[in-house]
C-alpha cells in the first residue's frame, strides 16, 4: 500500500519568506501527483497536478517539483503571505485511488 | 457551477442512530468519491463511483458504511447504526476523467462534520 509522508507536520514563517514543503512516498509506480490546500474548516482546493512525466509545475507563487525514482516532491512557495496560511496535502494516485499524506500546517506571520 | 454541495454541513447525533450524509458532483462529472478525514488517519479514502457504478469500496471501514449513488447528481453515505469512533469529517468530490483516473485534478466538497455522541 502506498504511503505518504509530510515533513514538517507544522511549520510557522515571516512574511516575505520563500520555503518548502516536502512530501514522499513509498511506491514511485504513479500516474500524478497532486498538492492541495485546506483551508479551516472548508474542503481542499486543487493547486498544481503534475503528471508521472513531468518534473515540475508552476502557478504564480507556486512551484512543485517531482522525482518519481526518488519517491519526493516538493512544493516552494516564494514570498509568502499571511494569506497563505493552510495545510498543505499532497497526494499520489498510483492508477485506483489517491493516496493523502497528512499535509503541513503552515502559518505565515505578518 | 456551485461547486460539489454536500449536506449536512453538521451532524451531531448519538451512538447507534442512524446518519445519512449527501452529496451532489459538479454537473456533468462521471467519478465521485466520498473520503474521511480525522486527526488521527488523516484523509482516507472510503469509496467511489464511476457513472453511477461502485468501484472501490475497498475503504469502507464495515458493514455499517454503505453508499449509493442511484443517479449522476446524487449520492448518498449511510452509516448504520453510528458508533463514536465514527466521529469525522466526511468530504465527497467528483471530477471528469476522459481517459480514466491519471488525468484530472477532484473537486472537494465543503464536508460534513460528524460527532457521535
Known amino acids: 500500500k502506498q504511503e505518504v509522508t509530510q515533513i514538517p507536520a507544522a511549520l510557522s514563517v515571516p512574511e516575505g519568506e520563500n520555503l518548502v514543503l516536502n512530501c514522499s512516498f513509498t511506491?514511485?509506480?504513479?500516474?500524478?501527483l497532486q498538492w492541495f490546500r485546506q483551508d479551516p474548516g472548508k474542503g481542499l482546493t486543487s493547486l498544481l497536478l503534475i503528471q508521472s512525466s513531468q518534473r515540475e509545475q508552476t502557478s504564480g507563487r507556486l512551484n512543485a517539483s517531482l522525482d518519481k525514482s526518488s519517491g519526493r516532491s516538493t512544493l516552494y512557495i516564494a514570498a509568502s503571505q499571511p494569506g497563505d496560511s493552510a495545510t498543505y496535502l499532497c497526494?499520489?494516485?498510483?492508477?485506483?485511488?489517491?493516496?493523502f499524506g497528512t499535509g503541513t500546517s503552515l502559518t505565515v506571520i505578518p | 457551477d456551485a461547486g460539489v454541495i454536500q449536506s449536512p454541513r453538521h451532524e451531531v447525533t448519538e451512538m447507534g442512530q442512524e446518519v445519512t450524509l449527501r452529496c451532489k458532483p459538479i454537473s456533468g462529472h462521471d467519478y465521485l468519491f466520498w473520503y474521511r478525514q480525522t486527526m488521527m488517519r488523516g484523509l482516507e479514502l472510503l469509496i467511489y463511483f464511476n457513472n453511477n457504478v461502485p468501484i472501490d469500496d475497498s475503504g469502507m471501514p464495515e458493514d455499517r458504511f454503505s453508499a449509493k449513488m442511484p443517479n449522476a447528481s446524487f449520492s448518498t453515505l449511510k452509516i448504520q447504526p453510528s458508533e463514536p469512533r465514527d466521529s469525522a469529517v466526511y468530504f465527497c468530490?467528483?471530477?471528469?476523467?476522459?481517459?480514466?483516473?491519471?488525468?484530472?485534478?477532484?473537486?472537494f466538497g465543503p464536508g460534513t462534520r460528524l460527532l457521535v455522541l
Open positions: 468530490a467528483s471530477s471528469f476523467q476522459a481517459g480514466g483516473l491519471n488525468q484530472e485534478t477532484q473537486y
Open positions: 511506491d514511485s509506480a504513479i500516474y500524478n
Open positions: 497526494a499520489v494516485n498510483p492508477g485506483n485511488q489517491f493516496y
